[in-house]
């Protein structure tokens, strides 16, 4: 088993910055693809940014430009520096990450999800 715990949550004005960072633990064979997915009220999950563990980035539209996604291989942890908010990142934040046991299985775990809250 994985745990992934995030931090770096909060409430921060419009225009504002946060750091959100996701620590990988327990059981870990090698972590492939890392991400960070949000989910507002009302609304599905959608995808933010990933990470390969080479260090390839992907991005949705709507944060290009605005957010940074990084990793540290060797501390199993994701970052997601987010600059530039706006109201509409709002939301609940989400660990992915793609897990490659000994056996050669997949599996994919999530964090328990962190708040940001952008005012205007």
């Known amino acids: 088993q994985v745990q992934l715990v995030e931090s770096g949550g909060g409430l921060v004005q419009a225009g504002g910055s946060l750091r959100l960072s996701c620590v990988a633990s327990?059981?870990?064979?090698?972590?492939?693809?890392m991400g960070w997915y949000r989910q507002a009220p009302g609304k599905q999950r959608e995808l933010v940014a990933t990470i390969t563990r080479g260090g390839t980035t992907n991005y949705a539209v709507s944060v290009k430009g605005r957010f940074t996604i990084s990793r540290n291989n060797a501390k199993n942890t994701v970052y997601l520096q987010m600059n530039s908010l706006k109201p509409e990142d709002t939301a609940v934040y989400y660990c992915n990450a793609d897990h490659l046991t000994g056996w050669g299985n997949r599996e994919i775990y999530w964090g328990q999800g962190t708040q940001v809250t952008v005012s205007s």
């Open positions: 327990g059981s870990i064979f090698s972590i492939n693809d």
